[in-house]
């Protein structure tokens, strides 16, 4: 938030279909759970966003991907092996690599979930909480997973301009975060003002459209170096 500087980017799913346009992941998935294809697109992107990240030019080197997994992924008793086959075949490092899961994804089993995002941190990569603010957001619930990263919901990101009560929410979160050793990521961030607001606050890190909307590689590198 201070620099400016551009330090990673998530993958986002999407199909230019050739009849419907541009899907986003939200009808992905919604399609492939309504087919029981939820794990096998999930790992699809997975392993496409691996792939490509490997394959970027030099000037994104430093940058970090993050990556998406679902309920369902967690779900596997093998999830852990085949996530890392899926990186360490890419030819990525696992040091630059974020696993993003939301609140719903590990609220169903807490202490299973612990011990996967420790499997996860202990096999060399990272790990988000994210979405966080729109489930089952508690203090206790924090301090019993191992995390790197609490990613602020865009609604919350939101309300930083709204009343002191709004705003007041939004610095606890952040707050309790910090207390908690994790480094909190602004979703959502589309104003100046919130921007100003959020840092002020203490987030360290924002994604949005007042960085950029969704882009492909070769404009990835163009927002990079300038």
Known sequence: MTS???????ALARWRHPAYGELGAATLFAAADRSDHLVELSEHIQRKAAAEAARWPAALDALRLAINVTAADIARPDFVARFAAIVDDSGLARGRV???VTESGLIADLGGAADILAELRAGGFRVAIDDFGTGYSSLAYLKSLPLDYLKIDK???????GSPRDRIVVRGVIEMARS????????????EAQLALLAEEGCAIYQGYLCSPPVGAEELTGLVER
Request: proline share 0%.
């Open 4 to 10: 400016g500087a551009v330090i990673g980017a998530e």
């Open 98 to 100: 974020t696993v993003e």
């Open 155 to 161: 609604r919350l990101s939101g309300d930083i301009e």
């Open 180 to 191: 908690l050793g994790l480094t909190v990521i602004a979703e959502g961030v589309e104003s």
